[in-house]
């Protein structure tokens, strides 16, 4: 399994989930669990560089795959992402929880989708819970990303 | 001053960590830690007959299981927190149950292992036999009395309140006109992304523990257990790290795991930690809300207020260890920004067979004013008025604060409203939500509220300047995402005339700071924002005295100015602040950062000992702030809907908000919290409901079928502010951190009645619940 492009050894637990997997056995806390239902979203990661839900998914299924968590987005403290700069901005964040899981959703949405409208952004939210912004910051974020990954 | 931070929007400094992923919540906290589960109890009542843990404790790599009679404090009730003269049958549970169980998820047995998945296996082994009670699960059926939560409290009535102000039934009689309503509010659930969780180090070399909580509160989390291990609170220490959200339930204590996880990590010598899942923070996490009330208004033919009776039922859950705080909110704050010449409230806290209650974003408020603008709007709707009128025919008008209500408030005190401008409030809101928009089935909805704010008793702050000259501060209250990190910085560096970047705050580490209450009630910027204004003016000061000294010029001619101090109209008469910092404690051995200009053959400014009499070493201050009573904040909210007539989907065409919390620090993280809290209020009023069922069973603890709002659900608003500035603090401020959620059931209902011409009397509604009302109907 290849993790934010480091090559990890398969996981000893057959039913670890790939969240507890990346969280507890790799230190990468960044992916968060909210539900471990699949209906929040803190805990999406890339899959081969889509989104997916890290807490529906067994750490054995991810052998063989590129996972891109939120740690991978801007590597060893550099700049940050254009999304991660736009949550910044937007004031898109109040606590931080869902904060990972909406920034890799807004990345995969952003690539298949460089300029969504206003009702695009909305559908390429609507699998991630925030209970704390009312979503109308992440809207902004969203919007900002876009312009910032196509300058 | 050059900058000045206090108002400006500067973006957050706690972002950075978190968009990385470095953000560091509790369960992020290893250390080696073995991992536990609480055994919950399936029935809502239930007499204990046995627990048999043999065989959880038999599974390999399980460390321990406790049931009550293995704790020190197994049987001993758990504290009312906030007691009151009027609780007479005040109950609470204990950490573990062993003889009832009064509501499901009641904790029963706490097991501790290797890992998570080994203490998941271990608690299904544990077999516990119940005698299943008859259950009581609404606030009806506990008023009727026909079955009790607890056999030593009649009638299920923990405790019974009457206030009246003026004379009700004699301006009821004389009214010439009068309504009664019936109007109805359910439980609901606060619901953060993150779920709860503590992790616990017991140090036996240093006599310390150290805990790690996911709580609105850990200098209380210390005080107690501190008391329950008879430690001395030097030994204890309680850290809130990153929070993922608390609205509320995050503040009760104790939460058994709050006691067993450091209790287990003392017995085993090993660190502990405990991470709830979702499906029972639902049932194990306080909830709020339920609330009945019957309603009689009198009124004059003009539309004005002449009395007003409230009787109403609040559902207590099966304990009450947050007192009566719920209720007396709530009676408190029913004729919000209205003048009741004449009002009576009387309550009844009542048990029920579920979840135990406790303040939850809005506290009590939301029912209030669900009341309030219900009730006027019945009155507009009887006379035929114009609903905006009738508000502005009773609204308190600018020159009558401070305004006195007469009846009691959470603090002790009663309620008196230090200043607002309620007509300029529901004038804007007007004016910014214009014109109705075409089509049918659209309706208006308006609200008008007030929300005490900034309860004490106190917060401290503590403030120091480092030999660098970067500027640390300190506080005890805790961060659920309300930007404290931020906005401290910006009271503290005005106070220091240094950038905001420069000062590093942290709050909620006992470690950092060990005194203070906590996060909740709207109170962090009225409490610990001016405490830590005080405790910055005296390291000011403690600046301009020291600089001073050295330049030969008086104290009350410096100032501090992007990072120097220095004489007024002087510029070039000054010294760096870190500079200051360095003599404010003469060292004999320079240990580096330019602290040679501090040691004992360096110029001296005067005669004497090296630390001036009455003078503290160090460019740092502790200051506090305890307010005389709550300072009021207020809003209006109004919105235009459309209701799907056969579908009963609910769509918010426009939704504006004009608020007023006094002196604005910053004015995006306050705008963030109104949006957030209108999402909230939006979820409560529509789409959240807490399913029980008549066995005291919550029938959908998932967010599969708990449906919190997505962003598709929720409209962005448009949120205008007002100022009237709090006499009663220096910074002028009142909290803003519940305002949003207050008035939106108010608002949704009033808008949805007018939608689709049915009567809303109760919260929450659902498009299944409009077709019933509509159906009912014709």
Known sequence: MRVNGTSYPAPIDA???????????????????????????????????????????????????????????????????????????????QCGFCTPGFVMSVVGLLKQNPSPSPDEIDEGISGNLCRCTGYASIRRAVARAAELSNQ | MTTRWFGARVQRKEDDRLLRGHGRFTDDIEGGALESV??????????????????????????????????????????????????????????????????????????????????????????????????????????????LVHDDVPGNVAAEMKQEVGEVDAALAAAPRRKSLRLRFERGAAAPMECRAVWARWSSDDKKLTVYDSTQSPTSIRGGLAVLFGLPESSVEVIAPDVGGGFGPKIMLFYPDELLVPFAAMQLGRPVKWTEDRQEHFTAVNQERGQVHEVEVGFDDEGKLLALSDEFIHDAGAYTPYGIILPIITAAQIPGPYRVPNYRVRFRDLYTNATPTSPYRGAGRPHACFVMERTLDAIAAELGLDRVEVRRRNLIQPDQFPYEVGVAWQDGNTVIYDSGDYPALLEKAV??????????????????????????????????????????????????????????????????????????????????????????????????????????????????????????????????????????????????????????????????????????????????????????????????????????ASGCHAAYVRVDPKTFRLEILKYVVVHDCGRVINPMVVEGQI????????????????????????????????????????????????????????????????????????????????????????????????????????
């Not at chain 2, 149950?97 to 097991?111: D, I, K, P, Q």
């Not at chain 2, 240094?498 to 996060?519: H, N, Q």
């Open chain 1, 15 to 93: 039913r670890r989930l790939l969240s507890d997997h990346l969280r507890h056995d790799l230190g990468l806390t960044g992916t968060h669990v909210g539900c471990e239902h699949g209906v929040c979203g803190c805990c999406t990661v890339l899959f081969d560089g889509a989104p997916a839900r890290s807490c529906l998914m067994l750490a054995v299924q991810a052998e063989g795959h590129d996972v891109t968590t939120i740690e991978g987005l801007a590597r060893d403290g550099g700049p940050l992402h254009p999304v991660q700069r736009a949550f910044h901005e937007c004031h898109g964040l």
């Open chain 2, 38 to 147: 609480l055994v919950r109890s399936p029935y809502a009542h239930a007499r204990i007959r046995s627990i048999d843990v043999s065989a959880a404790r038999d599974v390999p790599g399980v460390a321990a299981v406790y049931i009550a009679a293995d704790l020190p404090f197994g049987s001993t009730d758990l504290p009312i927190l906030i007691p009151h003269p009027n609780l007479t049958h005040g109950r609470t549970q204990r950490c573990l149950a062993s003889e009832v169980v009064r509501y499901a998820g009641e904790a029963v047995a706490f097991v501790v292992a290797e890992s998570r998945a080994v203490a998941e296996d271990a608690a299904e082994l544990v077999e516990v036999d119940y005698e299943p009670l008859p259950v009581v699960i609404t606030p009806e059926a506990s008023a009727r009395a026909e079955r």
């Open chain 2, 431 to 632: 004016a910014l939500l214009g014109p109705r928009p075409e089509g049918d089935h659209v309706g208006m909805g308006i609200g008008v509220y007030v929300e005490g704010t900034g309860v004490g008793p106190y917060e401290g702050a503590h403030v120091q300047v480092l030999v660098s000259g970067k500027v640390v501060a300190a506080t005890g209250i805790p961060s659920q995402g309300q930007s404290h990190a931020t906005v401290w910085a910006q009271v503290v560096a005005d106070e220091l005339g240094v950038d905001v970047a420069d000062v590093e705050v942290t709050s909620g580490d006992t470690r950092r700071f060990p005194w203070g209450v906590g996060t909740f009630a709207s109170r962090g910027a009225v409490t610990a924002g001016n405490a830590m204004g005080v405790a910055a003016r005296l390291v000011a000061d403690k600046a301009r005295r020291i600089a001073a000294e050295h330049l030969e010029a008086d104290a009350a001619d410096m100032e501090l100015v992007d990072g120097q101090v220095r004489v007024k109209g002087s510029p070039g008469r000054g010294m760096p602040l870190a500079a200051v910092s360095v003599l404010a404690n003469p060292v004999r051995y320079a240990f580096g950062g330019g602290t040679e200009a501090a040691t004992q053959f360096t110029a001296r400014p005067r005669p004497g000992p090296p630390l001036a009499d009455g003078e503290q070493p160090g460019l740092e201050a502790t200051g506090y702030y305890s307010p005389p009573g709550s300072t009021w």
């Open chain 2, 675 to 778: 949006e957030g809290g209108v999402a909230q209020g939006i979820g409560g009023a529509f789409y959240e409901r807490l399913a029980y069922d008549d066995e005291g069973q919550l029938r959908n603890a998932s967010f599969m079928e708990f449906l919190m709002p997505y962003a598709t659900e929720i409209p962005s608003i448009e949120i205008d502010h007002i100022e009237t500035p709090s006499p009663l603090n220096p910074l002028g401020v009142k909290g803003a951190g519940e305002a949003g959620v207050i008035p939106v059931g108010a608002v949704i209902g009033s808008a949805v009645e007018e939608a689709l011409g049915v009567p809303i009397t109760e919260m929450p509604l659902s498009p299944l619940r409009l077709y019933e009302l509509t159906e009912a109907r014709s």
